[in-house]
């Protein structure tokens, strides 16, 4: 039987700056058209939090029981693992994203009623990543859905419902953090190419193969900083996100130099730490600069 020690292991708390960059960005793009409203962001923030664990422990659910985990390099599964039961793991899957839909009916209520159609899409993203007989994350469309989920719907979403509308600045914020939560996926991806090939998880990373896999990290964390000129239109105080460029360098280095398996981790984490200082940097930039 797991521990609460490993439960919270196995809701990957380092995917977590996946969940809050995306708010954090959007709220300063909603500052800077004057539409910030805190309370909003506070619950977009839970919101965020309560899916990116749901579709953690979706993932592990269904990798689990297709044996995908078996021999996986990499965070702490918990079927895989055989520490929590599979019907155990799916139901509090199925718990979070139920409080994700609870917290998104409020904003709904407070906001406007045709953003259910982009919450229903949210969480038939988050159980099909993985789940049900055709997972389209087994089908290399894992990177595309987290630039679309936790990209353009999370900070465009957060900018809506405290602005009212969105602009080009919340656009160019969701386009950076897409491509940071993208490039996460990428290297978590190349890490498990070889597990991946065996087990039959035609991920993108498994479809372009490793040297291809490589050269698309170092372009998705340039995206990032070539938003970061763009949002300096609004405010020179944006170019604060080029703080992040170091961290972004630092977080190639692994994929860069041909490094594999567990040797990954490290640019896992950076390009995560990345995503977060730029989505800090810019957000207060945006909100007061």
């Keep these: 039987m797991a521990t609460a020690a490993q439960w919270i292991e196995g809701a990957r708390p380092r995917t977590l700056p996946n969940a809050i960059a995306p708010v954090l960005a959007g709220t300063g793009a909603a500052a800077s058209i004057d539409g910030a409203v805190w309370w909003k962001a506070v619950l977009c923030l839970l919101l965020s939090l309560s899916l990116i664990i749901g579709v953690n422990y979706a993932n592990d659910y269904s990798d689990g029981i297709r044996g995908t985990d078996d021999d996986r390099v990499g965070p702490l599964r918990l079927v895989g693992s055989k520490l ?139 995206v990032p900083f070539l938003a970061t000129l763009t949002l300096a239109a609004r405010t020179p105080w944006a170019l604060v996100g080029l703080l992040a460029l170091p961290l972004a360098v630092k977080a190639n280095e692994p994929v860069r130099t041909g490094k594999n398996g567990p040797e990954l981790i490290p640019a896992l984490a950076g390009t995560g730490l990345a995503m977060l200082i730029w989505s800090v940097g810019s957000g207060l930039a945006l909100t007061f600069g």
């Design 84 to 222: 929590a039961s599979p019907g155990a793991v799916r139901n509090a899957a199925i718990g979070c994203l139920a409080l994700g839909a609870v917290l998104g009916l409020i904003l709904v209520v407070t906001s406007a009623w045709w953003l259910l159609l982009v919450g229903a899409a949210c969480l038939a993203g988050a159980w099909f990543y993985t789940g049900g007989r055709n997972p389209y994350g087994y089908s290399g469309f894992g990177e595309i859905a987290v630039f679309v989920f936790f990209g353009l719907v999370a900070v465009l979403g957060t900018q809506f419902v405290q602005a009212g509308r969105v602009d080009w600045a919340g656009l160019a914020c969701a386009v950076a953090v897409g491509a940071f939560s993208s490039a996460v996926l990428v290297t978590n991806n190349l890490r498990d190419i070889p597990t991946d090939s065996v087990s039959g998880k035609t991920t993108l990373a498994v479809r372009l193969g490793d040297t291809r896999t490589r050269t698309l990290h170092v372009v998705l964390l340039a």
